[in-house]
Each structure stands twice: as C-alpha cells, then as structure tokens.
T-cell receptor, first 113, second 114 residues
Framework: DQQVKQNSPSLSVQEGRISILNCDYT??????FLWYKKYPAEGPTFLIS?????DKNEDGRFTVFLNKSAKHLSLHIVPSQPGDSAVYFC????????????FGKGTTLSVSS | KAGVTQTPRYLIKTRGQQVTLSCSPI?????VSWYQQTPGQGLQFLFE???????NKGNFPGRFSGRQFSNSRSEMNVSTLELGDSALYLC?????????????FGNGTRLTVT
C-alpha cells in the first residue's frame, strides 16, 4: 500500500519552460512534505519542504504547492535548466515519526536545451 | 563542511554472509537514519538513531540492525544475507531528530549479494 505516489515516472521539458512534478498521498496524518533531487551515483539532495499549515513555499526557482483537501502536492521549477535533469522524490512524514520519511518512487525529469 | 560519508562504496557478498556498513554524519548532526533503495520498492526507511538510541524502526526483519556511537558515527549490519538484500543503502544525518529537520544523504553503499 503506497502512501506516497508519484504517478508520472518521467517528464520531459524544454529549457526555460516550467516543470511541474506531482505527488499524491493517502495518509492524512502526514504534516510535513519534502522534495529531494537525485543524480546518478549520488545520494538524494534536499530541495524544498512545506508544512501542512501552509499551502505554498518558495525558494528561488522552486515552489511547492500543497492541497490538503486533495492530498496532493506539486513542485514547480521555473525556469527549467538542463542541470535540473535528475530523479525527483516526493517524501512525507509526521511529527512523531522522527526522520522516518515515506518516499514516492520518483519522477525522472529531463530538461532539453 | 564535509558531507555524510559512507564506506565502502561497493560491496559484493555471498548469500548467508553478514555485512557491516559505516556512516559518518555531518559534523554536529546527532541524528542518523538508514534507508534502502531498490528498483522495485524505492527508498524505504530502515531505522533512525539519535544520541546512541534507536528512535524509530522501519518494517524490516531482525537481520537488519544498527548502532550509533558517542561521536554520532553509525554502523548498519545485515546478517544471513539474502539475494533480495542487494540494494543501495543510504545513510542520512540531520541536526535534530524531528521530521522537520531535513535529511542530508551520503552517496550510499551499493551491496550486491550473489
């Protein structure tokens, strides 16, 4: 039973355009959500997070939106750059879980120049 | 500041053997977590240690164990290896033990069981 789902295994975008990566979750106890980026042969790198008390968080080119009623979050990258090509993981947790993150299976983003 | 260091990077073991993986967290980080990544199951939480105590454990058999030392360095042990244990094992450290403290991952140890 997957509690965090990334239904699109891959996404292709042109340089300069917007990339939108989606994530759905089933557990209403989740109160903190994170996005990680992973390059081949490296560990995941933290990108951005959002608490369930917010519906939007921005950090430079990256914005995460949270829709609690739909149990859906999305990561927007604007403008997309070739260096953004990587696997993006959505993760969720709740306060009592400590650092136990539940990860989605990832979306591979390819940004072409 | 140095990142999370995991050793070794690659390991090949035979079924039935045991293996120990090592992780050095970022200086000042007191929480260390371990994750297993496989193509089929993705990234799955193994366990978390904070101040030498296991705080949380994922849904893995008892063959998987770990410990944390007073300097926050951590080791993970897998006994009686099975073919299905072949995976990338990732260690992550964070400043605090709460979920709101982002994890910083190492580059992992690639374990192959033959």
């Amino acid at each position: 039973d997957q509690q965090v789902k990334q239904n699109s295994p891959s996404l292709s975008v042109q340089e300069g355009r917007i990339s939108i990566l989606n994530c759905d979750y089933t557990n209403s106890m989740f109160d903190y959500f994170l996005w990680y980026k992973k390059y081949p042969a490296e560990g995941p790198t933290f990108l951005i997070s959002i608490s369930s008390i917010k519906d939007k968080n921005e950090d430079g080119r990256f914005t995460v939106f949270l829709n609690k009623s739909a149990k859906h979050l999305s990561l927007h990258i604007v403008p997309s750059q070739p260096g953004d090509s990587a696997v993006y993981f959505c993760a969720a947790t709740f306060n009592q879980a400590g650092t136990a993150l539940i990860f989605g299976k990832g979306t591979t983003l390819s940004v072409s120049s | 500041k140095a990142g999370v260091t995991q050793t070794p990077r690659y390991l090949i073991k035979t079924r039935g053997q045991q293996v120990t993986l090592s992780c050095s967290p970022i200086s000042g980080h007191r929480s260390v977590s371990w994750y297993q990544q496989t193509p089929g199951q993705g990234l799955q939480f193994l366990f978390e240690y904070f101040s030498e105590t296991q705080r949380n454990k994922g849904n893995f058999p008892g063959r998987f164990s770990g410990r944390q030392f007073s300097n926050s360095r951590s080791e993970m042990n897998v006994s009686t290896l099975e073919l299905g244990d072949s995976a990338l094992y990732l260690c992550a450290s964070s400043l605090e033990a709460g979920g709101n403290s982002p994890l910083h991952f190492g580059n992992g140890t690639r374990l192959t069981v033959t």
